[in-house]
């Protein structure tokens, strides 16, 4: 077997990909470096060196063959975290070149694009919870800043929502167990990797002084129009899971 090392961005598994194909790799397992336990003392090791114009070559391939929306799936399988992604993109890119006509995705007979389909699902429900239940304070720079703690690494995907809705304001949202957020400065949206992580301990001190009347506000509202006759607390964790309540205002 022929491991190859990656550096586990997305452009490094297409170009790990590639390689496969180009020196006609057949047992093979794709691992990123972070992640790399090696096991098997006979497999033969292969160092992936990212290179664009490998990677750029995969995404032609798969643009032609099953199209950006089928990146995008593939994307957010990359973005899943989950241990087997690197096998299961790669045998979504080999079907894709073993059946160039066909939408290799919706074969769900196969059982990695089956996973595959689960997954795709699973994030973007994670996704469109993100976007629903993300909650910004106002800091003393007048940045509002929202900190998240997502099963997938879906920053990525929610950038552009953010981004198009709150164009009037300077926001940050970070991801407490990745360690890396997004920036918008009512100029550009990047994404920003800090040196050290978020102190929750001083996070509150640095709270905007209306923040706590805001937040005040909020609790009030939230409390008056509950109806507690109709509450239906098994309903409203279907919706809203207590994992999210902790990043709520209206649930302190």
Not at 21 to 40: A, G, K, L, P
Not at 82 to 100: C, G, N
Request: glycine share 2%; with cysteine.
């Amino acid at each position: 077997m022929t491991t190859l090392l990656y550096d586990g961005s997305f452009d490094g598994l297409l170009t790990a990909i590639f390689e496969v194909f180009e020196y006609r790799y057949q047992d093979v397992e794709i691992v990123s470096r972070e992640r790399f336990h090696q096991e098997n003392i006979f497999a033969e090791i292969h160092e992936v060196i990212t290179q664009d114009d490998k990677a750029e070559r995969v995404f032609k391939k798969l643009e032609h063959n099953i199209g950006k929306p089928g990146i995008h799936e593939l994307l957010k399988v990359y973005l899943s975290e989950d241990p087997e992604l690197e096998m299961l993109i790669f045998s979504a890119v080999k079907q894709s070149v073993q059946h160039p006509d066909e939408n290799i995705l919706q074969n769900y007979a196969d059982q990695d694009i089956l996973k595959i389909s689960k997954i795709c699902k699973s994030v973007s429900r994670e996704r469109h919870r993100m976007t629903a239940f993300v909650r910004f304070e106002k800091m003393q720079d007048g940045i509002f800043f929202a900190k998240i703690d997502p099963d997938f690494n879906v920053i990525p995907l929610i950038r552009k929502h953010f981004k198009d809705r709150y164009q009037d304001q300077k926001w940050m949202i970070y991801d407490l167990r990745r360690h890396y957020g997004i920036l918008y400065d009512l100029e550009n949206c990047n994404f920003f990797y800090p040196e050290e992580k978020l102190d929750l301990n001083t996070y509150h001190q640095k709270f905007h002084d209306e923040e706590k009347n805001y937040q005040t506000l909020w609790q009030r509202y939230f409390t008056k129009t509950n109806i507690v006759e109709r509450k239906n607390l098994k309903l409203h964790i279907q919706h809203v899971p207590k994992r999210y309540w902790k990043y709520l205002t209206e649930k302190h």
